[in-house]
């Protein structure tokens, strides 16, 4: 199809596109490289001297705030998001299948949560707990306030799974004599695993990263964005860089772990 | 002919009665699936939204908020001249990032859809775009502030190099800063859904154009452009709303010294002036639904998924 030799137009995209890849992992890589800092070092270039200084800081927990509890606690929550973006998002893009009333209102409500600006949600949920008596937690509102975000996200992804879904494979299976579990068992769900495992890595990463919507809703307790963001304005050591460092280097071992399970599924469907 | 078949065979089952095998209708059944995500948007989505606009109208003072129907909240947003100034700015951001994310956004995914010969390698390029979004947004943005700074790595490298003789201070905490953070958190939703509507534009139609004499360009201009459009309205409704709704890329990289809508219902917030905040919150969320509007008049976004 292609047999002719790439013109100049490839030579110069390509470079734009390495230069597009620079500019997305430079500074990331700056901000790795400055971690290292010596213990005499500042926020900037050059090193001061190596050491592992600023991530023996991050532990000791008066230096930099509740450094070990947020992460646990983002960590939990971006487990609790994801358990659930997955199963609802699955629900109901089964439910998109058919037309039903109301069914493109709730489309484009879902739409709606995913324009409306993230500080909106995060006020009117404080609001709401506080007009309530609730007490706002990270276990409760700030769960919501993270569903708001991820759910769209898990919905469209569904939506444009099953768009591409030939109904063929039920209707073989129905007439083979399986019931609609069996067949959901046994014929959707290995079809669409791979898929509802990279709405569940959204879920997680999205919640785990989030902030905006946890700033109002995440009550006595910070999550790790939060404690980062505050970490912004009063700390001046690369202790900061180490806690970005780390945090990183956890989400690529995330995303590398979730598509490592994705190309197995994918493997293995194709083997059977 | 099928579905005669089992309309006329349905009733005759029912009257059969077999009442132990209970079976839920396919509408019931598609209504039972939606309700967890109704009930989560309801909860979490139209009940806060319904509650700050009622909250708009209340009375507060330095402690609390009190119930009542004030329209005060709305005159004094909109009656000031620094609202009016800070919605300027934050458009001005929606602006610009939308034009630069536009423009990079496309090539990137015209690069990866057209000139990228293999799916592996196109799938292992588009990851290579997309992990970075997938990490922390406010760590990514502080990892410009080593770069950008007055001693950072640009100034520098510029002055070793004997190009310039002091630093150039306007590289961070000025409104360059602010949209080239924007620029690198946002660009990926850019270039995802251009990325979809490339791939799905048949390649028989490029080569037709060039069998009939259409240089590149011409293919590019009258034949992909065109049907890149939806993929390109749809990435302008994720930039322009992120941008809209940001307030930290906006108070940490320019350094307190600009503004956003958002960052103003922020320090409101923080000075507990809840009511002003929603009054804020209100006429912001009109703005954004009423461009998203504007856009989905151009997109049918359940068309292209």
């Not at chain 1, 860089?241 to 690529?252: K, W």
């Not at chain 2, 600009?258 to 002003?276: D, E, G, H, I």
Request: net charge positive.
């Amino acid at each position: 199809m292609h047999s002719d030799k790439r013109g100049r137009e490839f030579y110069l995209l390509a470079i734009f596109f390495v230069v597009f890849v620079l500019f997305l992992y430079g500074p990331l890589s700056a901000i790795l490289i400055l971690s290292f800092q010596g213990p005499n070092g500042g926020l900037t270039f050059p090193l001061n001297g190596v050491s592992l200084r600023w991530f023996a800081n991050l532990f000791e927990t008066q230096a930099v705030g509740d450094f070990g509890g947020s992460f646990r606690r983002s960590a939990m929550l971006g487990i609790m998001v994801m358990i659930v973006t997955v199963v609802v998002s699955l629900l109901a893009g089964l439910a998109f299948r058919r037309r039903f009333i109301g069914s493109t209102a709730l489309f484009y409500l879902a739409v709606a949560s995913l324009v409306v600006p993230s500080i909106i949600i995060s006020l009117g949920i404080g609001v709401v707990f506080q007009q309530l008596g609730f007490q706002p937690s990270w276990y409760s509102s700030a769960f919501g306030a993270h569903l708001t975000w991820t759910l769209p996200f898990g919905v469209l992804i569904m939506f444009a799974v099953f768009n591409r879904f030939s109904p063929a494979y039920e209707e073989a299976a129905r007439d083979l004599g399986a019931s609609s579990w069996q067949t959901f068992r046994h014929v959707v769900l290995p079809m669409i695993a791979p898929s509802l495992v990279g709405v569940g890595l959204f879920g997680f990463t999205l919640s785990y990263d989030e902030f905006a919507r946890t700033l109002m809703t995440a009550g006595t307790f910070n999550t790790l964005p939060l404690e980062i963001y505050g970490m912004t304005t009063n700390v001046t050591t690369p202790v900061l860089y180490a806690l970005g460092t780390v945090t990183t280097v956890f989400s690529f071992l995330v995303i590398a772990g979730t598509l490592g399970l994705i190309v197995h599924l994918n493997r293995r469907r194709l083997r059977s | 002919m099928a579905t005669i078949a089992s309309s006329e065979t349905e009733p005759a089952k029912a009257e059969g009665a077999k009442p132990k095998s209970f079976r839920l209708s396919p509408a019931a059944i598609s209504y039972l699936q939606a309700t967890p995500l109704a009930l989560i948007l309801g909860a979490f989505l139209l009940l806060p939204i319904l509650m700050i606009s009622v909250v708009s109208f209340w009375d507060y003072d330095f402690a609390q908020m009190y119930p009542d129907f004030l329209t005060m909240n709305y005159a004094e947003t909109l009656g000031s001249w620094v609202t009016w100034k800070t919605y300027l700015n934050t458009l001005k951001f929606a602006f610009l990032v939308w034009t630069i994310t536009l423009v990079v956004g496309f090539w990137v995914a015209y690069f990866l859809a057209f000139h990228i010969r293999t799916t592996a390698m196109q799938m292992v390029l588009f990851l290579v775009c997309t992990v970075p979004f997938l990490t922390s947004n406010i760590i990514r943005m502080i990892s410009w502030i080593p770069v950008l700074g007055r001693n950072g790595l640009v100034n520098t490298t510029l002055i070793n190099a004997g190009i310039i003789p002091e630093p150039i201070e306007w590289l961070l905490y000025s409104d360059f800063a602010v949209v080239l953070a924007m620029v690198h958190l946002y660009t990926l939703f850019m270039v995802t859904p251009i990325f979809n509507t490339l791939m799905r534009i048949d390649k028989s139609l490029v080569e037709a154009a060039r069998d009939a004499g259409a240089t590149s360009w011409q293919t590019l201009t009258n034949v992909i452009l065109p049907l890149a459009k939806p993929g390109m309205a749809i990435g302008t409704i994720f930039v322009v709303t992120l941008v809209m709704a940001d307030f930290s890329t906006v108070q940490v990289m320019s350094g307190g010294q600009s503004a956003s809508v958002a960052l103003m219902m922020k320090n409101q917030m923080s000075l507990l002036q809840y009511p002003a905040a929603a009054a804020n919150a209100v006429v912001l969320l009109v703005l954004v639904l009423i461009m998203v509007a504007g856009i989905l008049r151009i997109v049918d976004i359940r068309k292209e998924l």
